[in-house]
């Protein structure tokens, strides 16, 4: 899969795309990333982007001609042209979820626009913009930080990336709750006063036992999600996700 990215920094995705377990989707191409940096298809000396918004008001608005230069050269350097969907990264946009992360994962690419200052000229947004995305209700500088968000999301799902084939089935979201606590070694984590904590990881985990040790983790996930996102609870007893035994659990618990 490929993403084209439009952005004024792409020197912020470099970090990003080489380091870390995801390195190995963009390394080796399983995730190909382009990034176009727009002042390259500005017409003037200045490399100007942006201009005053008609109406005054505070900030600039990011242009709509080298906007369209910057689609019109990426479209033209993908195989796909007509199927990548362009995707604004905007506050007023969908609220980015794992659901959404998964039909990305599983596509061909997108392009990715990466807006900054006051915002893009409407102008453009109408004409070209396919999908818009949120990473939250909070208002961030730009574009990349959620663009990024997103790749890394997406290359964490392809196959060989992680260690463990299975590790992305057992996120968070995976399959609508919550994850549960992780342990590790030491077994015992010495306390403020140098004294042992006696059972200090659980001690089924210790166990052997897989069908006790996945009957805690599926309770330990459905205590922190009731207690913490009820509203997915909600969400997964309305889609039939709950079994009796969660049921009983949730019960068990006073959730």
């Not at 396919?130 to 196959?159: C, I, K, M, W």
Request: glycine share 10%; hydrophobic share 45%; proline share 6%.
């Amino acid at each position: 899969m490929r993403f084209d990215v439009i952005t004024l920094f792409p020197d912020l995705f470099a970090p990003h795309l080489t380091q870390g377990i995801t390195r190995r989707a963009f390394e080796s191409g399983v995730v190909d990333v382009k990034l176009w940096p727009l002042r390259d298809f500005a017409d003037n000396a200045y490399r100007r982007v942006d201009d005053r918004p008609y109406g005054g008001g505070p900030g600039m608005v990011m242009l709509v001609e080298p906007l369209e230069r910057a689609l019109q050269a990426v479209r033209a350097a993908r195989a796909d042209a007509v199927a990548a969907p362009l995707v604004h990264f905007t506050p007023t946009g969908r609220r980015m979820d794992q659901a959404v992360v998964g039909r990305f994962a599983t596509g061909a690419g997108a392009i990715f626009l990466c807006g900054r200052y006051e915002g893009i000229d409407q102008r453009f947004l109408d004409r070209h913009v396919d999908v818009e995305l949120s990473l939250g209700d909070f208002v961030l500088s730009g574009g990349e930080l959620p663009a990024l968000a997103l790749l890394d999301a997406v290359a964490r799902l392809q196959d060989g990336v992680l260690g463990d084939a299975q590790s992305h089935q057992q996120d968070s979201f995976a399959d609508g709750l919550l994850d549960c606590p992780h342990y590790s070694r030491p077994e015992h984590w010495p306390a403020v006063g140098g004294d042992a904590v006696e059972g200090g990881v659980p001690a089924v985990l210790m166990s052997g036992h897989h069908g006790e040790i996945a009957r805690w983790r599926r309770e330990r996930s459905l205590e922190i999600t009731a207690r913490r996102r009820p509203d997915l609870i909600a969400a997964a007893r309305a889609a039939g996700r709950l079994t009796p035994a969660d049921e009983a659990c949730l019960q068990a618990l006073g959730l």
